[in-house]
C-alpha cells in the first residue's frame, strides 16, 4: 500500500521517468550501429556520477536502514564495472585504428 501512496504522491515524477524511458529508447534506436560503441564508452564513463551518489547515500544512510546501505553498495559496484567497461571497450575500439607495424 505505500507504494502505491508514493505513486500517488509522485505523479509528476513518476511521468518524467516514465517519458524519459521510452525517449532514450527512441534516441537509442536511431543512432548507427558504427557509433553505438563510441557512445557507449563515452556514456558509460559518465557512469561514474552514479557511483559518487551511491557513496553520498551510504555515508547519509543511517546505520540500521539495511536496504539503503545494501542497495548504495550494489550501485557502487555495478557502477565500477560499468565504468571499468567503458573505458576497456573504448581501448579495444581504439586498438583497432592503430597501424600495424610490418615485420
Do not use: C, W
Not at 505523479?11 to 518524467?16: A, H
Not at 537509442?28 to 550501429?33: K, L, N
Amino acid at each position: 500500500m505505500d507504494i502505491l501512496s508514493f505513486f500517488e504522491q509522485h505523479m509528476e515524477m513518476t511521468y518524467v521517468v516514465i517519458l524519459s524511458v521510452f525517449l532514450g529508447i527512441e534516441v537509442i534506436s536511431r543512432v548507427p550501429s558504427v557509433l553505438h560503441t563510441p557512445l557507449m564508452s563515452g556514456a558509460n564513463a559518465i557512469h561514474g556520477v552514479v557511483i559518487i551518489g551511491a557513496i553520498i547515500v551510504m555515508g547519509e544512510a543511517e546505520k540500521d536502514n539495511y536496504l539503503a546501505l545494501i542497495l548504495g553498495f550494489l550501485a557502487v559496484i555495478l557502477g565500477t564495472l560499468n565504468v571499468v567497461g567503458g573505458f576497456v571497450v573504448t581501448d579495444r575500439m581504439l586498438e583497432m585504428f592503430k597501424s600495424k607495424k610490418n615485420k
